[in-house]
């Protein structure tokens, strides 16, 4: 079974542009979960899906992100404009519905804004 | 607001040598995890914490959980050049309506060396 997959797994882009994150969850997976990790600091909720629906978007930082799920499968992470404190590994996870004890995680994608 | 801190954040053995990463967290928790991250690579699940004096071992590793001191342990026992890696621990909250928004510390860097 695949796991966890985040593409890109590296983006490094200009402040100002646009940047979309994308992750696909392990197939039959409703609960999906965004964490970024920035500057070395602690990894940081930012926001949880249940199918297409945002359970808790309460880690989002401000409007400049924005996240979909649009059919309850993939989801993306857009942000734009991009600024220099948005640097960091972005991580998803994902769990079956119901259960929010195991969330299995992607390997993150790394985004440089230079 | 459930904070969770680490320590230390960083960490240098000496192979062979034993030693102890603390995670200290400010409210009721539901479960404490441990897990391991190499570079590039997804979080790993190492360890689920549920009940006051649990312990938990595998290998090398073991990870305890005193909930009345809000306090886990993860003990190295003799390591090894192949337990060098970022450790975090995480809390998920008692219920309430933040469902499955992990809270991690800031990650301990360990680096095993000769």
């Known amino acids: 079974e695949a796991g966890v997959t985040q593409f890109p797994s590296h983006s490094v882009i200009e402040k100002g542009q646009t940047v979309t994150l994308r992750c696909d969850p392990i197939?039959?997976?409703?609960?999906l979960y965004w964490y970024r990790r920035v500057m070395g600091k602690e990894i940081k909720f930012l926001l949880h899906f249940v199918k297409e629906s945002k359970q808790d978007e309460s880690g989002m930082p401000n409007n400049r992100f924005l996240a979909e799920r649009t059919g309850g499968t993939y989801s993306t992470l857009k942000v734009q404009p991009a600024e220099l404190e948005d640097s960091g590994v972005y991580f998803c996870?994902?769990?079956?519905?119901?259960?929010?004890?195991?969330?299995?995680f992607g390997p993150g994608t790394r985004l440089t804004v230079t | 607001e459930l904070k969770v801190e680490q320590n230390p954040l960083f960490l240098s053995m000496q192979e062979g040598k034993n030693y102890t990463i603390y995670c200290n967290y400010s409210?009721?928790?539901?479960?404490l995890y441990w897990y391991r991250q190499d570079p590039g690579k997804s979080l790993e699940s190492l360890f689920v914490l549920l009940s006051n004096g649990a312990v938990k071992q595998e290998g090398r590793l073991m990870a305890s959980l005193d909930t009345k001191a809000r306090l886990s342990t993860l003990h190295i026992t003799a390591a090894v050049h192949d337990l060098s890696a970022t450790y975090f621990c995480?809390?998920?909250?008692?219920?309430?309506?933040?469902?499955?928004?992990?809270?991690f510390g800031q990650g301990t860097i360990l680096t095993v060396h000769p």
């Open positions: 996870a994902s769990s079956p519905l119901g259960q929010r004890y195991e969330q299995y």
């Open positions: 409210t009721t928790s539901d479960r």
């Open positions: 995480a809390c998920l909250p008692a219920g309430g309506t933040s469902y499955g928004k992990l809270t």
């Open positions: 197939s039959g997976h409703d609960n």
